[in-house]
DNA sequence: ATTCATAATTTGTCTAGACATCCGTATCTT
DNA sequence: AAGATACGGATGTCTAGACAAATTATGAAT
C-alpha cells in the first residue's frame, strides 16, 4: 500500500485528489460510475474519513465530481443523455444522471394557438393557450430553454404552479393530471438565435437541438405543446428503441 | 449573543457566512479590513474553529475573501491599486493587498534596441537588447501584458531567472542586480489590440492603462526599460506624493 | 540602526468521535 | 397490491485536540 506518502511535503487530500483524478482520466472509473464511499477510500489510503472529504470537496469544486447525500459520490458524465421515450420526465433524466435538476420561469402568457401549436395539442386555430418560457439547468448549468403551450381552459395555473414546484409535472398534477404519457417527438439540428445563445450560454457558432414534443393525459387528449432547445454542447438525445 | 441559531435547520456555518456576508456588503467589514482570526471569530460565534473555517472557506470560494496562512483573512479589494514609486515591486504590490502574484513568460528574444527603447536604456540604437513578455496574474486573473527590454551584454539569463522564480527582482539578482530604483513612469491610456484583449480576457472596448517606466540600477544606470498594459478594469495605478 | 535569531501569532492539515440527515430498500400492515 | 414504517448505509455537520507551516513581532547582538 503506497499509494500516498506521508511527509512529501504534499498533503494528503491534495495525493489522493490527483490520485482519484487519474483514476478517472485513466478510464479506470467511468463517466456515471460511483465512487466509493468515504468510508472505503479512508480504508485504502489509510486516512481519517475527513481527509477524504476534502479531496472529495476539490474535485466537486472541479465539477469531476458530484455527490448527494444519502446515495454516495459520482464520476460525471461529459455529455447528459437525455433519453426520449413514453415517460419522459425532464427532473428525472437528470437525477438518473447524479445531476440536480434545476429550472426558471423566464415568463408566461396567454395567448390564441397558431399553426403548429394548434396542430399539435389538436384544437381549433385562435383557442386561448398557455404559453411559458423556461429556462433548464443541470448543476446550475443551463442546458435547455424551452416554450411550452397547454389549452388554458383546462391549465391557467400552469405557470404558479412551475413557479413554487420547479416542476412540470408537479404543476400538471395539481392542475389533476396524476400522469402523463409522450406521444411523439421530433428533433433537428439548427444555429441557436442570439438570445438562445445568451440564454444557453454558448457561443452563438454552436449547434443546438431543436425538440418539438406533445404529451397526453390518461385519456389520450393532448395537454401540452413543448419546443425544447438543448445546447448541442452538453447534451445528447437517446432515443430508446 | 442572538448571532446564529442552532437546531434551525440551517447550519451553523452557513449562518456564519451570512453574517460576515452581510457585514461585509454593509460596509462594517470594508475591502482590505482583515477578518478576525478563527479564534476570536469561534468565541464570537461559540462554535468550534473548524466550524468557522466552512465558512471562511465558502467566502473565499465566493472571492469575497483571501486566505493565506500565517497571516490572516482579508475582505478581497474590487479593484487592484498599483502604487507607483521609487521602488515599484508587482509581487510586493500584490501581496500588500493580499492578493497573491503571479505571471507567466509569453516568449523573449534578442533584438536591436529602437527609438524608444535605446532612448530609454540610454544606449545607442541598435545595441542588442533581451526583450521578454509577459503576463502578469493576481489571484490567477490575469492584470496586465508586458514587454520588459534589458541590455543583453549584462542580462542574457533574464529570460531564464524570470521563467524559474516569476519575478524580476529575483530574476535581476540572480544578474547581480541587488537592489534597483525607478526612475520615471509615464501613464496613458488608450484601447488594447485584439492580441492584448485576449491576454487580458477583456472586452475589446474597455481601454487600458499603458505604462513606460525605467529602472536604474544602484550606479544609477538604466538596466530595465518597461512598457506594461494593465486591464483599466481590474487595476487602478496610484502614484505616490 | 541593522541584522539575525527567536518567539508568538495565525492559518493548514490530520485524527477521532458523535450525531444528524437523507436515500434506498426491506418489511409489515392493510 | 399498495402504502406506511423501520432499518441500514451513505453523506453532512459539529466538536475537540494536536501538530505543521507560514508570517509577523520581539529582542539581542553587532
Known amino acids: 500500500m503506497e499509494e500516498i506518502e506521508r511527509g512529501s511535503g504534499v498533503s494528503l487530500w491534495r495525493q489522493i485528489e490527483q490520485t482519484l483524478l487519474q483514476e478517472i482520466s485513466a478510464g479506470v472509473l467511468h463517466p456515471g460510475d460511483k465512487l466509493p464511499t468515504e468510508q472505503e477510500l479512508s480504508a485504502r489510503f489509510d486516512v481519517n474519513r475527513h481527509t477524504v472529504r476534502r479531496a472529495v470537496a476539490a474535485l466537486v469544486q472541479r465539477g469531476i465530481v458530484s455527490v448527494t447525500q444519502g446515495r454516495g459520490?459520482?464520476?460525471?458524465?461529459?455529455v447528459i443523455d437525455y433519453p426520449i421515450g413514453k415517460r419522459t420526465r425532464f427532473s428525472e433524466n437528470l437525477k438518473r444522471q447524479n445531476r440536480s435538476p434545476g429550472g426558471r420561469l423566464v415568463r408566461s402568457e396567454q395567448r390564441p394557438a397558431n399553426g403548429i401549436v394548434s396542430k399539435g395539442l389538436e384544437i381549433p386555430p385562435g383557442t386561448p393557450v398557455l404559453m411559458i418560457e423556461l429556462v433548464g439547468e443541470a448543476d446550475?448549468?443551463?442546458?435547455?430553454?424551452?416554450?411550452?403551450?397547454?389549452?388554458?381552459?383546462?391549465?391557467?395555473?400552469?405557470?404558479?404552479?412551475?413557479?413554487?414546484?420547479?416542476?412540470?409535472?408537479?404543476?400538471?398534477?395539481?392542475?389533476?393530471?396524476?400522469?402523463?404519457?409522450?406521444k411523439q417527438t421530433n428533433i433537428t439540428a439548427r444555429l441557436p438565435s442570439a438570445e438562445e445563445?445568451?440564454?444557453?450560454?454558448?457561443?452563438?457558432?454552436?449547434?443546438?437541438?431543436?425538440?418539438?414534443?406533445?404529451n397526453l393525459d390518461e385519456t389520450g387528449t393532448p395537454i401540452q405543446f413543448s419546443i425544447v432547445s438543448f445546447a448541442g454542447d452538453r447534451v445528447q438525445m437517446v432515443v430508446e428503441n
Chains 1, 2 share one sequence.
Open 197 to 214: 445563445a445568451r440564454l444557453l450560454r454558448q457561443m452563438p457558432g454552436r449547434p443546438i437541438l431543436h425538440v418539438e414534443s406533445v
Open 73 to 78: 459520490s459520482f464520476v460525471q458524465e461529459e
Open 140 to 182: 446550475s448549468v443551463p442546458i435547455s430553454t424551452s416554450l411550452h403551450f397547454f389549452p388554458w381552459d383546462r391549465f391557467a395555473g400552469m405557470a404558479e404552479g412551475y413557479a413554487e414546484t420547479h416542476s412540470i409535472t408537479q404543476a400538471l398534477a395539481r392542475c389533476g393530471v396524476a400522469d402523463y404519457t409522450r
